[in-house]
DNA sequence: TTCCCTGTTATACGGTTGTATAACAAGAGA
DNA sequence: TCTCTTGTTATACAACCGTATAACAGGGAA
């Protein structure tokens, strides 16, 4: 005979805690299942959370979704400043400092490119997400130009931004799938020797 | 009352060919749908064919995804070598050729992208998968490496092969997903100043 | 201590998933 | 024309999906 099971224990959090938790608790399911094995019993259960409560701080999974990805965009967008942050103030280490945060953890990570994949993919069916890409690119672009131009200042900078990001986005993609053909190293030595022969001293 | 419904008709197919249908429907479904949108009913329907038939010519969806993955990325290495042979027969133009085909259809295509980051994010969690994007990221590299060795011979080019790799990748990305603040033209104008200076002329 | 609000759980629902299986019929070979 | 193989369909199944709802209980307010 089957005894009734009592109804578990529980904590009332505050509200931001609890969105915060939800959030961190997607974006690990992400990394870990991929998108194909996010749902929302799995995210509840890793936040350790019933399933219900979702939906008291999301309108649906999308949501939740469109939000994490905000927040992991504005931690990525973090970490690359407290590098530039902790370089040496001359221009050139500033940028050379943004460039190369890539290729190191926490960026080069392989659970934030399952992570970072899932919102590419989402990108064309979901208008929020597609406008969220935008933005954080944006942003990550602004910042670029604005360091290349402390190191050169004058010149515009536009597509020397633009392709400074893809080299970085191409070399963080195969460090983060793993078994690159190169180093973490060879990655930084690239990014360097790319931006000297573009920006020759001024 | 329900009448009941005769049984559809059906065209019996020779296997190649409808090995070939499901590989075909099975990337048009996950360049519409996503990943997440990608089942066996949804791929058989594409097809035109009963969900049942799938599991006929494939061990499971796992297995037609890989064989889907290989065909694909087939098809590219196809495209990229068909745009080398078009080219001028100089070692530059072939190079160049080969560089920006990337950024022009049927390589910069949303649907591509999409389906191309359904393989990525299997990447980590199917071994097969994950085998499959090195051979085909290894072949891509050699191919580029040769043609660097027909325009500039004699030095290594292994990293300068990974480099323009990482920012052919990162631009095709970007040029895919849409929005993106640089035109194919703009994208085939960074590929050359790149290598022009990566290579002076020798 | 008691009350009461509401964050949280448990459960239910219809729909979809991947796979298994048996019945059917297409179409080649005799 | 007939037979037989087998490619194909239809159906069934348990497990899971996202969401809706009502009952419960944590814990601050009084």
Not at 89 to 117: C, G, K, M, Q, V
Not at 158 to 183: H, K
Request: overall charge negative; some cysteine.
């Amino acid at each position: 005979m089957q005894a009734k099971e009592p109804r578990a224990q529980f904590h009332r959090a505050p509200a931001d805690e609890r969105r915060l938790a939800l959030i961190d608790a997607c974006a690990a399911t992400l990394a870990r299942k991929g998108v194909h094995g996010t749902s929302v019993r799995e995210i509840c259960a890793t936040a350790g959370v019933s399933p219900g409560l979702l939906r008291h701080y999301f309108s649906g999974i999308d949501e939740l979704v469109a939000d994490t990805y905000a927040a992991i965009g504005a931690q990525v967008q973090a970490a690359l400043n407290d590098a530039v942050e902790a370089a040496d103030p001359t221009p050139e280490a500033r940028l050379i400092a943004y460039l190369t945060a890539s290729f190191a953890p926490p960026i080069a990570d392989a659970d934030l490119l399952s992570t970072w994949l899932a919102f590419w993919s989402l990108t064309r069916t979901d208008a929020k997400i597609a406008r969220l890409h935008d933005e954080i690119y944006a942003e990550n672009r602004i910042t670029l130009e604005r360091l290349l131009d402390a190191h050169a200042p004058g010149s515009d900078h536009r597509l020397t931004a633009i392709a400074l990001t893809a080299l970085v986005d191409g070399l963080w993609l195969e460090l983060s799938l793993g078994n690159a053909p190169f180093s973490p190293d060879e990655a930084t030595v690239l990014a360097a020797r790319w931006l000297a022969a573009l920006l020759p001293r001024i």
